[in-house]
Each structure stands twice: as structure tokens, then as C-alpha cells.
């Protein structure tokens, strides 16, 4: 296993990656609301494994608000709480500083195999999935990883 450095480069390895596994449980603190969203902050680091090569670490202290499913009742009741550990991998992507230059896509396509590899069912990965190609833009690339939305 080696830790990520920036230079390296995740999808030449293969032309489709094959597998994002997140190593550690979900530990977190709610510091309240920003924006109408419940922030999270990680209390100890997060590892997370790509083609079972490449090792990234989440830091603690990071800040996330998980996965951003809008508050309507049905969209919410269907896919709303759900995929906590893959909406964080997921937003340290988006960040500037997070180690690697990924294209927005890239980062979207991660999110989708972390949900699958975590054994997300296809009616609940392919509109999460979808939703961030559809709503994730306003948000690529807007913060450092270090980025405090409570402080």
C-alpha cells in the first residue's frame, strides 16, 4: 500500500478503476447548522483505498456537511441519510488542496464506486450518483481541504 503523492496518477493505472474501499467507521461530531445543512466534523482520520494501491487520508478536523440531498420529503426519504462514509470521500475530493488534480467527473465517478463498494444498491448509487453530475458543480473546487464552514 502506498500513500498517494500528487504527481501520481490513479487512472492510468487502468482505463476504468476497479474498486474504492473505506477502511475506517464513521466518526464524527454535528457542530451545528451552516446554510440550512448540518455540519460534520471527522474526530480521527478516515483512510480510504483505491484499486487497492493508492492510500488517502481524510484528516481529522475535516469538515463536511455529507451528502447534500435536498430536503424534499420523498427525495429525502429515498435517498437522504445514506452513503454518510462515500459523501465524505466525496467532498475531500472537491476540495482544492486534497492531493490530487482530478477532473470534476473523476471525482463524481470515485463517489459512485465508493458507493458500490460499499454495497449501496444500484436504485440508491445510480441517482446519487446522478445528482452530483447535476448539482455538484457549484461546489468543485470552492474550498481548501482545511476549509472551516464552523469554527
Given at each position: 500500500?502506498?500513500?498517494?503523492?500528487?504527481?501520481?496518477?490513479?487512472?492510468?493505472?487502468?482505463?476504468?478503476?476497479?474498486?474504492?474501499?473505506?477502511?475506517?467507521?464513521?466518526?464524527?461530531?454535528?457542530?451545528?447548522?451552516?446554510?440550512?445543512?448540518?455540519?460534520?466534523?471527522?474526530?480521527?482520520?478516515?483512510?480510504?483505498?483505491?484499486?487497492?494501491?493508492?492510500?488517502?487520508?481524510?484528516?481529522?478536523?475535516?469538515q463536511t456537511d455529507l451528502a447534500s440531498v435536498?430536503?424534499i420529503p420523498i427525495v429525502y426519504a429515498l435517498?437522504?441519510?445514506?452513503?454518510?462514509?462515500?459523501?465524505?470521500?466525496?467532498?475531500?475530493?472537491?476540495?482544492?488542496?486534497?492531493?490530487?488534480?482530478?477532473?470534476?467527473?473523476?471525482?463524481?465517478?470515485?463517489?459512485?464506486?465508493?458507493?458500490?463498494?460499499?454495497?449501496?444498491?444500484?436504485?440508491?448509487?445510480?441517482?446519487?450518483?446522478?445528482?452530483?453530475?447535476?448539482?455538484?458543480?457549484?461546489?468543485?473546487?470552492?474550498?481548501?481541504?482545511?476549509?472551516?464552514?464552523?469554527?
Open positions: 500500500m502506498m500513500e498517494l503523492k500528487r504527481s501520481d496518477c490513479i487512472f492510468c493505472d487502468n482505463k476504468k478503476l476497479l474498486s474504492v474501499d473505506i477502511l475506517d467507521p464513521f466518526s464524527g461530531t454535528d457542530l451545528g447548522l451552516f446554510n440550512s445543512r448540518t455540519v460534520w466534523q471527522l474526530n480521527k482520520p478516515m483512510r480510504v483505498i483505491v484499486n487497492k494501491k493508492y492510500l488517502f487520508i481524510i484528516p481529522a478536523m475535516f435536498p430536503r435517498w437522504g441519510d445514506r452513503a454518510h462514509k462515500e459523501a465524505i470521500w466525496h467532498d475531500y475530493l472537491y476540495r482544492t488542496n486534497c492531493g490530487l488534480i482530478l477532473a470534476r467527473a473523476q471525482c463524481d465517478y470515485l463517489f459512485k464506486l465508493a458507493m458500490i463498494g460499499r454495497g449501496q444498491p444500484w436504485y440508491i448509487y445510480r441517482p446519487m450518483y446522478r445528482g452530483v453530475r447535476l448539482g455538484g458543480g457549484s461546489s468543485y473546487h470552492q474550498f481548501p481541504v482545511n476549509h472551516k464552514y464552523i469554527k
